[in-house]
T-cell receptor
Framework: NAGVTQTPKFRILKIGQSMTLQCAQDMNHNYMYWYRQDPGMGLKLIYYSVGAGITDKGEVPNGYNVSRSTTEDFPLRLELAAPSQTSVYFC?????????????FGEGSRLTVL | LAKTTQPISMDSYEGQEVNITCSHNNIATNDYITWYQQFPSQGPRFIIQGYKTKVTNEVASLFIPADRKSSTLSLPRGSLSDTAVYYCLVGGWVNTGGFKTIFGAGTRLFVKA
């Protein structure tokens, strides 16, 4: 099992550009999440999904969009990138109906917006 | 809204017990307390979770007092490989729908030889 796989690992964007961060998991987990981690801060929840076709906003959803067409994939879309979106993004998944149980994280995608 | 507060950093020595405390004064009835470990350039990794009293697994113990306003992660015998950042997470379902996960800012633990 690869677990949670994120691509790309690093990316530099110009202000106003758009991009998609990819996330895939092979553990057949129902729940998937996107977090961002700013320096010296804890992780903040951007969006989450409880299953294919179902997504919901987390704590900091503005400037992002998600979709969940399959159980395995949960891409995060950044539209009109801004310097405030410079961060490390983590995708995570968990099994079953308890999102506060064990989360399995990917290795992160470091995004810089200049 | 629940907020978690942790010490920014702490040092310990190999073989010594390590205790990291997290304050979460506004914890809700539905909230669980979870601790994660993170190494540089990696995602956080689950250590332990509890709701109240004491929980122990093969790597750590978690102590939660009766009022649940704080929790203490205990590593019984610190090793050099425990040098990492440790995050306290408070989270649970919200009565209005959905759920919340509130991470602390993390405690950077440095275990010395």
């Amino acid at each position: 099992n690869a677990g949670v796989t994120q691509t790309p690992k690093f990316r530099i964007l110009k202000i106003g550009q758009s991009m998609t961060l990819q996330c895939a998991q092979d553990m057949n987990h129902n729940y998937m999440y996107w977090y961002r981690q700013d320096p010296g801060m804890g992780l903040k929840l951007i969006y989450y999904s409880v299953g294919a076709g179902i997504t919901d906003k987390g704590e900091v959803p503005n400037g992002y969009n998600v979709s969940r067409s399959t159980t395995e994939d949960f891409p995060l879309r950044l539209e009109l990138a801004a310097p405030s979106q410079t961060s490390v993004y983590f995708c995570a998944s968990s099994y079953g109906g308890d999102p506060t149980g064990e989360l399995f994280f990917g290795e992160g995608s470091r995004l810089t917006v200049l | 809204l629940a907020k978690t507060t942790q010490p920014i950093s702490m040092d310990s020595y190999e073989g010594q017990e390590v205790n990291i405390t997290c304050s979460h004064n506004n914890i809700a009835t539905n909230d669980y307390i979870t601790w994660y470990q993170q190494f540089p350039s990696q995602g956080p990794r689950f250590i332990i979770q509890g709701y109240k009293t004491k929980v122990t697994n093969e790597v750590a113990s978690l102590f939660i007092p009766a009022d649940r306003k704080s929790s203490t992660l205990s590593l019984p015998r610190g090793s050099l490989s425990d040098t990492a950042v440790y995050y306290c997470l408070v989270g649970g379902w919200v009565n209005t729908g959905g759920f919340k996960t509130i991470f602390g800012a993390g405690t950077r633990l440095f275990v010395k030889a």
